[in-house]
């Protein structure tokens, strides 16, 4: 074990069965977690970047078995937020401190490509110095050219599993692995700062599956990744489906982290929702990102990916307040920045926009 974690250290290969292994858990973890704080410290210090997160619609044209808002869930809630709300929410945001907002949603084509660019560039021309996130799923190559022209710096779309055979487990007929694997690739070849990820214990995954997502990743080289622990939601199809493991999420950002010292790692909600200290456990193995949320109090629970979801009553500045002191006490420092990868060279495309 001593010896596959000082490869990765080092960043020497390791094998698909070495991943396995330490995915598997089946020692003592407590010397992986040291080695990935170690190397998150060398690059980025004790730094924990805040993205402020905007959740702008819950509708979704798509029917992921796993998520609470898929279209074929009647039961949900819907809104969608006004382009006035979204930027109150980021004004907001911004008087707080956040110098990153991301706009989140399902995919909702009520947001067509010219409304979204004119809040992108509404909101990095009143606020110059901030970096704007899209996460709005699939899109075509002209419109994440267009949002990217608007000025949006990164975009987050996890690939969810790498495996062909898994994905169509989650999700339907209509959607693609493919697509999405090609949309990451666009993203990239676009000059944005480009997110995947995974959830950890999604229904049928195993860490063969789990392997080959960070083989995937190796592939992309993101400069972000998010994973979080799959929770279930009673109105979907995976209603009865175990939760996934936070020991596994762990071990996970730790590995990540060993393998992709330099990338941007969040703490997600998830790993809150699932252990009370579920985030600065996340940032002692590693990840050195987490993303209040700034959505109006009013829709938090209609944005309900899973149940039980934290801090959907807290008011954005009281949510700031408690994962400041949260991230003290964990040892780290809530920093102000906008927080780019360590590489990333503002503005640089390898193509035309
Ligand atoms: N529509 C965009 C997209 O497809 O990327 C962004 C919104 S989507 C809800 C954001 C992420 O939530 C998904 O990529 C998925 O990994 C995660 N998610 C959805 N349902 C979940 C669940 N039941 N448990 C944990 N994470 C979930
Ligand atoms: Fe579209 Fe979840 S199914 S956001």
Redesign the pocket.
Same mark, same amino acid.
């Given at each position: 074990m001593t010896e596959i974690i000082n490869k990765l250290f080092k960043g020497s290969p390791v094998s698909d069965d070495e991943l396995a292994y330490i995915i598997s858990g089946e020692y003592n973890d407590s010397l992986l977690f040291e080695k990935a704080d170690a190397v998150r410290q060398k690059v980025y210090g004790k730094e924990v970047f805040i993205r402020g997160l905007v959740e702008i619609s819950s509708y979704?044209k798509?029917n992921?078995y796993?998520?609470?808002?898929r279209a074929g869930n009647k039961d949900a809630e819907r809104y969608r937020l006004t382009s006035a709300e979204i930027f109150s929410c980021c004004r907001n945001g911004y008087e707080l401190g956040f110098r990153t907002f991301v706009l989140? *949603?399902?995919?909702d084509d009520a947001f067509s490509d010219d409304i979204i660019c004119s809040l992108v560039s509404r909101i990095k021309s009143e606020f110059p110095e901030c970096a704007v996130t899209l996460?709005?799923?699939?899109k075509s190559y002209e419109s994440f050219a267009a949002y990217r022209k608007a000025g949006a710096d990164r975009y987050?779309?996890?690939h969810?599993t790498a495996d062909e055979a898994h994905y169509r487990m989650l999700h339907p007929a209509s959607m693609d692995l493919s697509h999405r694997k090609q949309c990451l690739f666009d993203l990239k070849k676009l000059g944005f700062q480009t997110g995947a990820?995974?959830?950890v214990g999604?229904p049928f995954q195993t860490v063969r599956e789990l392997v080959s997502d960070i083989r995937f990743l190796e592939e992309l080289k993101p400069e972000m990744i998010?994973i979080?622990?799959?929770?279930?939601?009673s109105q979907?199809p995976?209603a009865d489906r175990p939760d *996934?493991s936070v020991s596994v999420t762990l071990r996970l950002l730790s590995v990540l982290r060993l393998m992709f010292p330099e990338v941007l790692l969040p703490a997600t909600t998830?790993m809150g929702t699932l252990s009370g200290d579920g985030r600065e456990r996340a940032l002692k193995a590693g990840a050195n990102v987490v993303m209040p949320n700034l959505s109006p109090v009013g829709v938090r629970k209609k944005y309900s990916?899973?149940e039980n979801k934290i801090c959907t009553g807290e008011e954005a500045a009281e949510c700031l307040n408690c994962l400041k002191n949260r991230i003290r006490v964990a040892g780290y420092e809530m920093s102000f920045s906008r927080g780019d990868h360590k590489n990333y060279n503002r503005g640089a495309t390898d193509v035309k926009i």
């Open positions: 979704c798509n992921c796993y998520c609470g808002i989140q *949603g399902g995919e996460s709005l799923g699939e987050l779309l996890r969810e990820g995974f959830m999604s998010g979080g622990p799959f929770i279930h939601h979907t995976f *996934g998830a990916l899973y």
